[in-house]
């Protein structure tokens, strides 16, 4: 028996709402702390982008975000400038994306995040630490001290530890050990004209997901003993040098990155642990002239990565992706030319937005970009045969149609878009399953995207979105995502 009857609708909803009070006018005489306006990486994307957002927890430990249905790693992540994919994974982990001591930039109409460091420039030197310790083991810390070495040398050092166990252990009894850690140091020197960054990093990720196992009941109590399951660690660590010239009219910046992985996973059965490491070096080159209308630059970042696995598995690959664009500005009209490609794949990106009147502003937008599959899909993890993906990468195509009306300090603002696309995703038979195969799908999906802000009395306001897919092509599933939040300064 077949037909629309018969088809399964999904509804996958999520609702959050936080109330923050922040006090606004102490951050404000802080350069660095005035950058702390999220708990984490998740309330800011919820906040400010169209990201579709699958949270596992309240510290941003583990989650996952798609762009209009498109998968994770379609999102490009930089630091610094430079990329901060995961080679085998793709999407590198939430909690290395900490928005409490960085800077962190979303990139419309392109939904790209940029990370940046938050350097105390004003002469003064500053330090700052929170510690935070929890009924269920919270046991959280960061500290950030920045300063002057000289008047053209300006440095900064970041360090974060948080371990979790969970409310039922589900992280696992030790809470002694952490389960991410992020560290980094940045030196900067400046002087009139050119602009040099040194920066270093140590990032680990252990989520360490617990299988517990029953070793009797007495006095009615389940006594359980604990097993690893699923992937356990990882390790990440960079190297960066940029130096950037800048003048009246124009702007060059040219640089370098080398980054080092290691990946552990214990499984059960032990056939299918394994041990990985993973190298990614990358570059940077940026030219710009400017005018006061506009600018026109040439862009360039190339890729190589490669994994070593056990059993003498590997894979790597090369991308090099480039492009010219080009911004008008005008009193009423602005619009965006990007062109490019990557590898022989080509990238289109169009964009423009109209002032219909002082409050009134309509925006489109029409992206065509390429992306690669992370090389977990073509390497045999496990070390036993599997299907693959016929090509490295997918094309993909994201319009966009934006309507915002402004009065006062308050705006509304509704968007529609719609994404294309026929990609390979992975895909196991159950949860217990080792054998990855991967599946063609094609995504031919609306999406509709409601904000709002609204200014209160008394200095509050209260800010809303909403994203609401209301067909796929297969019509199997509708998607809804409602984030809203109540500010109050002081």
Known sequence: MSGPMTKKIKIILKVSILVILIPITSLAEDPVLAEQQYLNIVDQLQNESDFIIASYDDWGIQGYFSNYGLPGYQV???????????????????????????????????????????????????????????????????????????????????????????????????????????????????????????????????????????????????????????????????????????????????????????????????????????????????????????????????????????????????????????IKQADRFDYTINLGSVNLNPVIKLSGALSVSDRLRISISSDQDYTAYPLSFFTDIGGIPQNKPDKAGFSYSLQSLTSKYSFKESYIQAKINHTYSSLFVPHVSSLSDTMVSFNKKTLNSIY??????????????????????????????????????LYQEI
């Open 76 to 326: 490009a992540i930089s630091y610094n400038g430079f990329p901060i994919a995961d080679p085998l994974y793709g999407t590198p982990p939430f909690s290395w994306l900490n928005s409490r001591l960085q800077k962190i930039k979303l990139s419309t109409p392109y939904q790209m995040i940029e990370l940046t460091p938050v350097f105390a420039d004003s002469g003064m030197n500053i330090s700052r630490f929170d510690y935070y310790r929890g009924d269920y083991g919270f046991n959280n810390f960061a500290l950030i001290v920045s300063g002057n070495l000289t008047e053209e040398i300006d440095w900064r050092f970041m360090g974060e530890n948080l371990g979790y166990d969970g409310g039922y252990g589900l992280y696992g009894p030790d809470i002694s050990k952490s389960i991410t850690q992020n560290y980094f140091l940045d030196i900067r020197k400046h002087n009139d004209s050119w602009i040099t960054d040194l920066g270093t990093s140590y990032q680990k990720f252990t989520p360490g997901l617990m299988t517990p196992v029953s070793q009797g009941i007495a006095n009615g109590l389940d006594y359980l003993s604990w097993r690893h399951g699923g992937r356990l660690k990882e390790f990440r660590t960079n190297f960066y040098v940029r130096g950037t010239h800048s003048k009246v009219n124009s702007n060059f910046s040219i640089g370098a990155q080398l980054a080092n992985y290691y990946y552990s996973v214990l499984n059960d059965p032990a056939l299918y642990n394994f041990t990985a490491d993973g190298f990614q070096l990358s570059g940077i080159l940026k030219i710009e002239k400017v005018r006061p209308n506009g600018s026109l630059s040439y862009s360039a970042t190339p890729i190589i990565e490669k994994i070593y696995v056990r059993r003498d598995a590997r894979e790597g690959q090369k991308l090099f992706r480039h492009s010219v664009n080009y």
């Open 448 to 485: 509709l995207t409601g904000e709002f802000d609204f200014r209160l009395p008394w200095r509050m306001s209260i800010k809303s979105r909403a994203i609401f897919s209301p067909t796929s092509l297969d019509e199997s599933s509708i998607t809804f995502q409602g984030w809203s939040r």
